[in-house]
């Protein structure tokens, strides 16, 4: 049913491909500050909205908010929130869903007690489970696709039966990180796939999850290992114990090389990775695939970076900081919607007229999405008086959408999808366009078989013909936003 009444679609899940940021603690003094530390590590996932859950093992408190995690926080300290376990979330999300009832962790009470619940992903069977549960008469307080495992936690079904989070995960389809809070316990659990990467730490005689090790290291743990695809790791006082909810995969995984492309911070270890290496050696690998006679390199920043250093490295042209960031602008790619995505971008970096006036200049950035970004940077560069701006892309052309949890919802939304390498330089005005090859992106990372690729060949770790568009989703939706 849509806005009007209208029967005959099924129920939407608005906005939801989410790619967060998540933190746990268990077992840690003053866990919820803990957590909040780690989240600032990971604010970078997510600038939408905030929250922490946290349990002193009797009572379950929470605080959330919209926008970023200090002005979350600033009038309630995370301090304020007592107890030894606690988890947390900084989230970023598609068009149409900013809503306060969307921010996470989402706190529900079942007939056994609190639950908390907090995710990065995208659950490709999320409409149909809502639709099932809708029928049978549950009622959703939220647009997300998150809430669908506590119904599933709650359901008799379940409850009522052994290993019953391991029995309710592996109903979920897609890509899936989790942080789940009861009064007494923290788990985590990672899809078949392994999307979404979640990592484990050790603090003290605690334990901490986090979506990268930077968040672990932030608050003084050490990394240990990465919860495996498939597995539910529970952290409670008989000790940490681990279990499978699947069948393990057979061939490849999905791990998202968006990740190390774009996402993650450079500092972290993803998917068993230095983030920093695995950008630097695209870099590397994209001056010898695409090379140009010029006098400087610059980066995009701040993704741009570890790429252009390693195109300059390899080419032997120098580097220079042409563009430079303002911090007190957060990611543009990240924001929801496209008005504030574009008027933020001639806030988030000033040119360095000096290094490029009278230059030709290669510019390295990790992507073009949309393709409006570069073209103002271009543009910018011009009137500053660079003689040539050749334009080096450290992937290949993102031409498909993402199913998994990357704001790629439409081809339409896609320039690579409309139009060809050429014209792609004459709509943003460079004199040079070159992409990374797909062999040349694979060549970087040491398992490149375990990687999805999918919004860049069109080809998926598991079968989506049965997920609708967003925009179907989102006038299928029969939960407004305010």
Same mark, same amino acid.
């Given at each position: ?161 052994p290993?019953?989070?391991?029995r309710a ?23 078949p ?16 999850? #986090?979506?990268?090790? &930077?968040?672990? @290291? $932030? *608050? ?7 919860? +495996?695809? /498939? %597995?539910? !790791? ?17 061939? #490849?995984?999905?791990? &998202?090389?968006? @990740? $190390? *492309? ?7 270890? +993803?998917? /068993? %990775?230095? !983030? ?13 695939e695409?090379?140009?006679? #010029? ?22 042209i ?13 990611r ?7 008005d504030q ?23 390295v ?5 949309r ?14 008086g ?14 498909h ?65 049965g ?16």
């Amino acid at each position: 049913m849509d806005e009007d009444g209208q029967p005959g679609q099924r129920p939407a899940v608005d906005g939801a491909r989410e790619n967060c940021g998540l933190m746990g603690a268990f077992g840690v003094p003053d866990a919820a500050s803990v957590v909040f530390r780690g989240l600032f590590a990971l604010q970078h996932r997510g600038q939408e909205g905030a929250g922490i859950v946290a349990s002193d093992g009797q009572r379950v408190q929470s605080i959330k908010g919209m926008g970023l995690l200090a002005d979350v926080f600033a009038r309630r300290p995370a301090g304020g929130l007592p107890g030894t376990l606690a988890i947390g979330h900084v989230r970023y999300s598609t068009t149409g869903s900013t809503r306060i009832q969307n921010v996470q962790p989402l706190v529900v009470e079942c007939v056994d007690g609190i639950w908390a619940v907090a995710h990065n992903g995208n659950l490709v069977n999320a409409a149909d489970l809502r639709r099932a549960y809708q029928q049978a008469g549950a009622i959703f307080q939220t647009s997300t696709d998150s809430e669908v495992l506590v119904h599933l936690l709650a359901d008799p079904m379940f409850r009522n039966r052994p290993r019953r989070v391991e029995r309710a995960l592996g109903e979920l389809r897609g890509a899936f990180a989790f942080l789940l809070l009861t009064r007494d316990s923290v788990m985590a659990a990672r899809d078949p796939y392994g999307f979404r990467p979640l990592s484990i730490g050790r603090l003290g005689d605690g334990i901490v999850f #986090a979506s990268e090790s &930077c968040a672990i @290291e $932030q *608050v003084g743990a050490e990394p240990v290992r990465d919860v +495996l695809p /498939g %597995e539910l !790791v529970v952290a409670e006082a008989k000790g940490i114990r681990s279990s499978s909810f699947c069948e393990p995969v057979t061939g #490849a995984l999905g791990q &998202c090389i968006f @990740e $190390q *492309v774009y996402f993650a911070r450079p500092d972290s270890r +993803l998917f /068993g %990775e230095s !983030v920093h290496a695995v950008r630097s050696a695209l870099g590397e690998r994209l001056a010898a695939e695409s090379p140009a006679d #010029a006098d400087v390199v610059i980066p995009i920043p701040d993704s741009g970076n570890c790429a252009a250093l390693g195109f300059a490295r390899a080419s032997g042209i120098p580097l220079d900081y042409g563009f430079i960031r303002n911090h007190y602008v957060g990611r543009t790619f990240i924001m929801p919607e496209t008005d504030q995505r574009e008027g933020s971008v001639d806030l988030k970096l000033a040119l360095v007229p000096s290094a490029v006036r009278g230059r030709r200049v290669i510019v390295v950035d990790d992507s073009i999405v949309r393709g409006t970004t570069v073209r103002r940077r271009v543009g910018a560069l011009r009137r500053a008086g660079a003689t040539e701006v050749h334009l080096r892309i450290a992937c290949p052309p993102i031409r498909h959408p993402c199913h998994f949890g990357i704001d790629f919802p439409s081809r339409t939304e896609l320039v690579a999808a409309r139009l060809g390498i050429e014209e792609i330089a004459d709509f943003v005005g460079a004199d040079s366009l070159a992409y990374l090859s797909h062999e040349g992106l694979l060549g970087c990372v040491t398992q490149p078989g375990d990687y999805c690729s999918g919004c860049m060949t069109g080809r998926y770790p598991i079968d989506v013909a049965g997920e609708r568009s967003k925009q179907d989703l989102e006038h299928g939706s029969p939960v407004t936003d305010a």
